[in-house]
């Protein structure tokens, strides 16, 4: 059930009233700031949230949230009970009842801190960028558009259950791994990329690892700087997350 989702969920999960006061967090949420349960129950997200974040979120709440039940996906920061603060993105959406009246609201965070280091570090230096990928939990890669992979992390091929040695091979096809019926969406954004156009940096889509077992992942890709035809991308498994989302909406019925 949706309960043991919850509670096992590697993201944190926050369930609170209208007004932001939290009224339930699972281990991993409460694991991001140090406290009890019985401690965050005191606060409301906007307390836990530094003042420079406060007019942004306000805004999404008022003209994404409570307009149409559930915002994008956006970024800002936390503070954890020792004081430090923290990057996270977060999802939220609008919990009613079956007469669609709004009751509270999930939320669904995580910690980016690893992403913002890796972009950091991605910047000043390829080497330290290596030694960080290489022992993070997301999935880290670089992949030349017309090439195929150029880089995977040891947490990558965890992912998609193929060896670096498969990946980097020329002859290794890059749409193996992704679902059928994403391949047309990211060789749209793939086009995009080519042509120099935008692309949304955060996307998720399907993919079928080497057992064949179908995972859904988050994708955030930005190119690197003199390597235009190049991408690094940081991929993370949110299966869970879906399976938690699904839960939560059959939940409401």
Do not use: C
Request: hydrophobic letters at 30%; glycine letters at 6%; zero cysteines.
């Amino acid at each position: 059930n949706y309960h043991t989702l919850f509670d096992s969920n590697k993201d944190g999960v926050i369930y609170t009233d209208l007004n932001g006061k939290i009224l339930d967090a699972n281990k991993a949420y409460l694991d991001l700031f140090g406290y009890t349960l019985e401690e965050i129950k005191e606060f409301t997200y906007q307390q836990l949230t530094p003042k420079k974040w406060h007019k942004l979120e306000e805004d999404i709440v008022k003209n994404q949230i409570k307009a149409r039940g559930y915002p994008d996906e956006y970024e800002k920061e936390y503070i954890k009970k020792d004081g430090t603060i923290f990057p996270i993105s977060i999802r939220v959406w609008l919990n009613k009842d079956k007469q669609d009246k709004p009751l509270g609201m999930w939320g669904i965070a995580r910690d980016i801190s690893v992403r913002k280091q890796m972009e950091n570090a991605l910047r000043q230096s390829e080497q330290k960028y290596r030694t960080l990928a290489d022992n993070v939990n997301d999935g880290i890669y670089i992949i030349s558009i017309r090439s195929g992979f150029v880089y995977v992390n040891p947490t990558f091929e965890q992912i998609t259950g193929y060896k670096s040695e498969e990946l980097l091979r020329e002859s290794f096809y890059f749409y193996t791994i992704i679902h059928p019926d994403d391949v047309e969406s990211i060789k749209k954004r793939r086009d995009a990329r080519i042509k120099g156009n935008k692309a949304p940096s955060v996307y998720e889509f399907r993919i079928v690892n080497k057992k064949g077992e179908i995972r859904f992942v988050e994708v955030n890709s930005v190119g690197i700087p003199d390597s235009p035809d190049k991408i690094l991308g940081i991929l993370r498994d949110i299966t869970e997350r879906k399976q938690m989302e699904e839960k939560l909406r059959e939940n409401q019925k």
